[in-house]
């Protein structure tokens, strides 16, 4: 790798290389060049144009995956709201106000938020603390678990 100093062009570094590789090769004026001599901009115009292609292609997936995202989070509050519909028309028809059945809602959601980010901690504590008691788990299970009921008619 060369660089020419300060005040040089770029046209006149490369002449002067170009000329000191034919005289190190020992080729004639009139002989073809057996070299090459390559920019290290032609290089970085090339990686430039591959990084801007590929923030590109970036840019068109997120948001692909932000509305398929939304699409999601759309559908889920909707199958919400529409297995709500016949307890609210049931609270309204009782008498209930508005704020009450919208603090209700809006309770059990955060209820339920809540119940399941513990019911994830749970879970990962009793199977770190159920791994080394697998021995005895096998028979205390046996016990524990209810008996199948047949129902028989009289």
Do not use: C
Not at 4 to 14: F, R, T
Not at 46 to 73: D, R
Not at 131 to 137: D, K, P, T
């Amino acid at each position: 790798m060369v660089k020419g100093k300060p005040g040089i062009s770029n046209a006149q570094l490369m002449d002067e290389i170009k000329g000191n590789l034919r005289s190190i090769r020992r080729l004639r004026p009139a002989e073809e060049d057996n070299f090459a001599l390559n920019e290290t901009k032609l290089i970085s115009n090339q990686l430039n144009s591959l990084f801007a292609m590929l923030t590109k292609a970036g840019w068109i997936i997120g948001s692909f995956s932000i509305l398929v995202g939304g699409f999601g989070i759309a559908n889920i509050m909707f199958v919400s709201a529409k297995e709500r519909t016949t307890i609210i028309g049931i609270q309204k028809s009782l008498g209930a106000k508005n704020f009450f059945i919208t603090h209700k809602t809006s309770n059990n959601a955060l209820t339920s938020t809540h119940t399941h980010r513990q019911t994830d901690k749970n879970n990962s504590l009793s199977h770190k603390t159920h791994e080394g008691s697998s021995r005895n788990s096998s028979a205390s299970n046996r016990q524990s678990q209810p008996r199948a009921v047949q129902m028989t008619s009289t």
